[in-house]
């Protein structure tokens, strides 16, 4: 055979697989601002709801089809958290009208205190009225909703794209437990443009507590990734900006407290990925993802502990302790809390890990140790938020992130020391099952 046929044959042959390979990418928003005042999540220290909108919440999508291997639907939110009892109907559904595997789907959420209470994440913390119970889970079903059409919305405007990676860096945040400790100031950036060059979607990710507004704030606010989210589609006109929570669990922004800060914050992280954006190298999207749900188990428990810890003065205890005795007393004493572990592999070397829960920085820094040779980009707060997870470290040097914070969570106390190790053999395994492997 001559040479020229031979490379009309691969020519060919490699045909039907490029036009099935064709990469599409759609985009879509909704508002999910609170249509009237509502009690605001995360801060235990507030004494009633909400009074007036200062920045507008949205949740996105970003939908990426590639050709033959299928989908990934990226859902970002201004909100809190978003719970299993959120993510898992909205899942169920679109699986249903779309066909869409579990592990296809990526919820993730800013982790605004500024946002409304979406139950049952963080139920301990609020003693709320019947009235005020009645408006947050109006507003629960009503984002279950939502989150079903801003899905639905960006599968119809899947249209030809291309796609790239950038990272910047910004210095904002700060280890708040430890005075120089760890922290991931990466900005990791997933760039969308149409097939004519026209930039159409950003998504990019910091790992930092959201919370410059404080408990005094009584506005809804996006807090400083909302003003980032403004600011990008400001200095991009067109351009539909996503946020995504990193490994922040253990992370503040530094200083904080007013509303100035969370702008200013906000304009940094924007310039930086608006810097960073004609940098940005293509990827060969080759779309792989894999989700599984492992459980975490807590340290050992008894009946007798939460009878005594029910007569606490302090409320917040005494009130999960009522909890874990009703657990008790229904034979289902609470032992270990199902965890979401997500991977998405892009293309060769370019993966996306997406934990639950408020994942301290140590993960990040591990996985991207362990993954030297992929550039890997690690979520938190994605597909559930039920606690902080706390490495080993954090674990034993105890504290908020690492044992008080299980209170307001409604956990029954500090995890075991197996937790970082548990959670990393399922970050194997999902990566193991995209492709990607370790160092
Ligand atoms: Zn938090």
Known sequence: MSRIMVSMLFVLAMMPLAQARQVRVGVAKVEITPPGPIWL??????????????????????????????????????????????????????????????????FNSSHTHAGPVVTPNLMTMYFLTEEQKRAVNVYRDQLVEHLNTVVGAALRDLAPAKLSIAHGTVGFSHNRRTKGGPVDQDVPTIVAHTSDGKLKAVLFGYACHNTTLGGDYYQVSGDYAGYAQTELERLQPGVTALFLLLCGGDQNPNPRGAVAHAEEYGKALASEVNRVLPAAKPLALDLRTAFQITELAFAPHTREQFESESKDENKFKASRAREMLRAYDERRPIRRTPYP????????????????????????????????????????????????IPSLRVLREGGYEGETSMIYYGQPGKFSEEVEETVFRSVRQVLSQVGVKSK
């Open 41 to 106: 999540s995360g801060y235990a220290a507030r004494t009633k709801p909400s009074e007036g909108v200062a920045h507008k919440l949205f949740a996105k999508a970003l939908a990426i089809e590639d050709g033959g291997r299928g989908r990934l639907i990226v859902v970002t939110t201004d909100l809190i958290g978003l719970p299993r009892s959120v993510t898992e109907p909205v899942s169920a559904s679109l699986a249903k009208q779309y066909g869409l595997d579990r592990s296809r789907l990526l």
């Open 341 to 388: 572990v997500q991977a998405v592999r892009f293309a060769k070397g370019v993966a996306l890990l997406a934990l639950g829960g408020e994942v301290v920085v140590d993960y990040s820094l591990r996985a991207k140790k362990e993954y030297a040779d992929t550039d890997l980009i690690v979520a938190g707060y994605s597909n559930d938020v039920m606690c902080y």
